[in-house]
């Protein structure tokens, strides 16, 4: 079985959390807790194959755990980029994390990378603010491929999601996101039982944790 590990990517509010629970769970949840770190795991099939998705929803406010969500870009193998259409600032927010992610890729050629612009919040028409043809237009020009979607209607949804993961599938098959041998290889050594995976995204969620707790023990003291 193909196994790939895929990351969400974009501001605050734009529907990171909306559109993975639409996928993997099919249910839409209005009102989400701004999230610090959340994992999934889901099995589809992809033209034919049978494949594993690990999807790691992440914060959406990078600023402060820069180092964190850096490893988890440099661990993915695939990458979808999130804005709301009725947020200019979401856009500009996403076109920045995507310098991030080729920075932790260590890659200048953005084509290498598996990655797809979404535009989220389809169904909200009439507070739209950046047109499809705008969004598209930008695309072309950071050689990103374009999908609109609404995690709220289930529109385009699932199709975005096998979208990405063919992309992965054609440039990294039969990879790991950590070490990029193959997943036999891998296999073989760490082994596929549920407690790998479960360390694998626990660690850095506890140490997601008790940063933010610092955080905010560190703001009450300064407020003080």
């Given at each position: 079985?193909l196994?790939?590990k895929?990351c969400m990517?974009?501001?605050g509010?734009?529907g990171?959390?909306s559109?993975?629970?639409?996928?993997?769970?099919?249910?839409?949840?209005n009102?989400?807790?701004p999230?610090i770190?959340?994992?999934y795991?889901?099995?589809?099939?992809?033209?034919?194959?049978t494949?594993?998705?690990?999807?790691?929803?992440?914060?959406?406010?990078y600023?402060?755990?820069?180092?964190?969500?850096?490893?988890?870009?440099r661990?993915?193998n695939?990458?979808?980029?999130?804005?709301s259409?009725?947020?200019?600032?979401?856009?500009?927010?996403?076109?920045k994390?995507?310098?991030?992610?080729?920075?932790?890729?260590d890659?200048?050629?953005?084509?290498?990378?598996?990655?797809?612009?979404?535009g989220?919040k389809l169904?909200?028409?009439?507070?739209?603010?950046?047109?499809?043809?705008e969004a598209?237009d930008?695309a072309?020009?950071?050689?990103?491929?374009?999908?609109e979607?609404?995690?709220?209607?289930?529109?385009?949804v699932?199709?975005?999601f096998?979208?990405?993961?063919?992309?992965?599938m054609?440039?990294c098959?039969?990879?790991?996101?950590?070490?990029?041998?193959s997943?036999?290889?891998y296999?073989?050594?760490?082994?596929?039982?549920?407690?790998?995976?479960?360390?694998?995204?626990?660690?850095?969620?506890?140490?997601?944790f008790?940063?933010?707790?610092?955080?905010?023990?560190?703001?009450?003291s300064?407020d003080?």
């Open positions: 079985m196994e790939y895929m990517v974009g501001g509010g734009v990171k959390s559109t993975t629970l639409q996928f993997v769970q099919g249910t839409f949840v009102d989400i807790d999230t770190e959340d994992a795991r889901k099995q589809t099939e992809v033209d034919g194959q494949v594993m998705l690990d999807i790691m929803d992440t914060v959406g406010h600023d402060e755990f820069v180092a964190l969500v850096m490893q988890y870009f661990q993915s695939g990458f979808l980029l999130l804005f259409v009725t947020d200019r600032n979401s856009l500009d927010e996403a076109i994390y995507l310098d991030m992610i080729q920075q932790a890729k890659e200048d050629d953005v084509t290498k990378i598996p990655i797809i612009l979404v989220n169904d909200l028409g009439d507070e739209r603010v950046i047109s499809r043809d598209t930008l072309r020009e950071y050689k990103l491929k374009y999908m979607i609404s995690a709220k209607a289930n529109e385009n699932t199709e975005c096998l979208a990405l993961t063919r992309m992965m054609a440039t098959t039969q990879q790991t996101a950590v070490t990029g041998q997943i036999a290889e296999n073989s050594m760490v082994g596929t039982g549920n407690s790998n995976r479960v360390l694998y995204f626990l660690l850095p969620a506890c140490f997601l008790f940063w933010y707790t610092f955080s905010i023990l560190l703001r009450v300064v003080r």
